[in-house]
């Protein structure tokens, strides 16, 4: 069910982390492991597909902080479990809550800082991208819990990649040129270069971000992607959160 787990990530025993696929799930085709009661799915579904996916991890339904996302810029502490409305980035140092994002082709994000145990779960469409979504989180681990940018690890996971992701003129204008691709009729977005590069602006190493190669779009055995079957996908879930008494 999970696909592409990052070393960087793994790599911390008090770490848990996730990120689902569209496989494994018993919603019917095309929706498969869909993890969103939002795309028409059937609630029963739903809720079975969220404890194969979730207990897979050793995570409880009840230890979930779930944002209603908004594609804003907007970061929430989550000191307990529960959904938090208007936000797209959740942090928390508290272990036992499980910071989830839901995405279909917006870039899950995920933060670590390994010495302060902070972690923080981010869904960067290019709304969210381009108002810096993810710098402004690992500002906030900074200012807010004294993080060290040194000591923050990064995992951007699956997302509409360069490959596929065409933009308009109304978002290519929002971008630096260095994170636009102009070819022949059409300008794509490369959203896991805009956010690296905000995360070294801040001063987290290159060598601490570790980028999923995967396109949701290109990948369809693997991946919901909402630009490629509209209302035909479903969401997958990330959630990354601190093991109980790992502080
Ligand atoms: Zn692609």
Known sequence: MTVNRPAILDANPFVKFGLSTRLGGVSPPPLGMNLSFHVG???ANVVKNRELFFGSLEIGLADLAIPMQVHSNIVKYA????????CDALVTDVPGVFLCVSVADCAPIFLLDNKKKVVAAVHAGWRGTATHLV???ANMMDNVYGCNPKDIVAYIGPCVSSCCYTVGDDVASRFAPQFLKH?????????KSASISQLTDLGIPNSQIEVSSHCTICDSHLFHSFRRDREKSGRMMGVIGLVPGSN
């Not at 070819?183 to 959203?191: F, M």
């Open 41 to 43: 799915d059937l609630d």
């Open 79 to 86: 000191d307990v479990a529960g959904t938090y409305p208007q």
């Open 135 to 137: 710098w402004t989180t």
């Open 183 to 191: 070819d022949q009729s059409r300008v794509t977005l490369d959203l």
